[in-house]
């Protein structure tokens, strides 16, 4: 049965076959490598709370009002 389905097929589409299966391949290796070098245990820096900077927002948080005019909007 598999025998009769490959003696069927033209050489177009043995081509792109070929193609297809080569393409499947570098996708799987590249992901592959692309994960290779992902640290399972990382964490992002975070700074410790007891650093001299800490953290303080300076200037206080300025929230965004859309009715408050600005110089370039006049």
Request: proline share 8%; glycine share 6%; charged share 20%.
């Amino acid at each position: 049965m598999i025998l009769d389905r490959i003696s069927q097929l033209t050489p177009k589409r043995i081509i792109i076959f070929l193609v297809l299966i080569a393409a499947a391949i570098y996708v799987v290796w590249y992901i592959f490598e692309a994960l290779d070098g992902l640290n399972p245990n990382y964490k992002p820096y975070a700074p410790s709370a007891s650093s001299s900077t800490g953290n303080i927002i300076k200037g206080g948080a300025e929230i965004f009002d859309p009715s408050k005019t600005t110089p370039e909007s006049k």
